[in-house]
């Protein structure tokens, strides 16, 4: 999954089944690929709604924990 906010790609990470979410870049809060700290982040509620949406594909089972880098909060760190 690729997420685009104009001309900068703020989001790529890839989903399995039934629960495995693989984040490769991010734009947020001690990205390695965005040394500004540029912040995108979904609010709660989009957020919920988002994961929500993963969760009617494929049999996912994604909780709203897995998808912290996509908040926008300053509380999740790449473990990569």
Known sequence: M???????MVSEFSLSSPNKVDVIQYSSYHSKWDPSETVF???DESLKKVVDLFN????FNFT???FKFLDQRDNWHSTS
């Open 64 to 66: 709203l924990d897995q």
């Open 41 to 43: 982040g979904f609010d």
């Open 56 to 59: 009617q594909l494929d049999s």
């Open 2 to 8: 690729d997420i685009t906010f104009g001309d900068l």
